[in-house]
């Protein structure tokens, strides 16, 4: 009722409130100037199951509502570069170097947000991150495809099983993590703990036996496929390995592609389009609104695990959709 109705939340009646006179819990506004003014003497926030945001934390309301999706838009901003740079990197350097820096990059951005006060350094630190966003996920994913045996749907099943499940346990997790956590800086750290240990995988994960193979390196890729097979407790025959060092010679190591290697032909450049379109589709339908749920008038923290949790029959759908089309293909 103190409030003005045209602008609860960024503006106050410019009157002196001692002087206004109240009858059975209603203001008497006769006779006194309403014009309204900003609000100069700060706001009281209403901390979402007692967690403090950077929003509350610098004020980023009403004038300076904008800040908070600038430095959102700088994350993608970040994401569409590390996805181009580091991708043309890891056909020089291997996936293997660009998994581990991918995650060094993000471990860096998230500490260094940690220590930021402003609109600048807050941005710049998030598209920082943002440069390491899919890149520290992709690249162990193409590892881990290469070293499955595609052509057997169970194998499919479990690599996409396993994402399906652990992808969105985390997600739903998550929240509740940042509620414990009280504060986005103690957040921001608990979930950079982990890119702590990747740098160990140089020790334990194997390079891309293909990008080895294309860079004519035939003993190292063997050398791959042997520790693959070692800790599977099976061992290569020596007539698998001859025939493989064979075939690898005969084959002629590939140069480095371009961007625009993508369209050459009519069959690659459908299938990259369609890509694109079902990218863009994504992010406008699940990103846009798992990130804006605030409006919904409940707690985000609640909603944003509700959403995640359609992520895992969403797997499933798509392992029937897999499985008819494999099925069709060596039918």
Known sequence: MWSPT??????????????????????????????????????????????????????????????????????????????????????????????????????????????????GEFAFC???????TDNNFVMMYIIACEYNDLSNLL???????????????????VPWLAIWAGNWRHFLLMITIPNIIVPAFYFFVPESASWLLSKGKVKKALKCFKRVAKYNGKTLSPQVIQNFETNAKL????????????????????????LIFKSMVLTLCFDAISRNVEGLGYSPFVMFSITSVTKFPASLIILLFARSYWTQGHG
């Not at 998030?126 to 390491?132: E, K, T, V």
């Not at 625009?260 to 990259?272: E, Q, S, V």
């Open 251 to 274: 084959s002629v190591p590939q140069g480095t592609g371009n961007l625009l290697g993508l369209f050459k032909t009519p069959r690659l450049r459908r299938k990259i389009l369609i």
């Open 155 to 173: 194998e499919i099943d479990r690599l996409n099983l396993c994402i399906g499940v652990f992808h969105t346990l985390a997600c739903i997790i």
């Open 126 to 132: 998030r598209m920082l991150n943002g440069m390491a």
């Open 6 to 119: 045209e602008d609860p939340k960024c503006s106050r009646y410019d009157a002196n409130l001692t002087n206004i006179r109240v009858f059975n819990g209603t203001p008497d506004w006769k006779g006194h100037n309403l014009t309204l003014r900003h609000c100069d003497a700060g706001w009281e926030y209403n901390h979402t199951d007692g967690y403090h945001s950077i929003i509350s934390e610098l004020n980023w309301v009403c004038d300076e509502s904008w800040k908070p999706a600038l430095a959102q838009s700088m994350f993608f901003v970040g994401s569409v570069l590390g996805s181009l740079g580091l991708g043309i990197m890891s056909d020089h350097v291997g996936r293997l170097p660009v998994l581990i820096l991918a995650n060094m990059i993000s471990l860096i951005g998230n500490v260094a947000t940690v220590f930021t006060s402003g609109l």
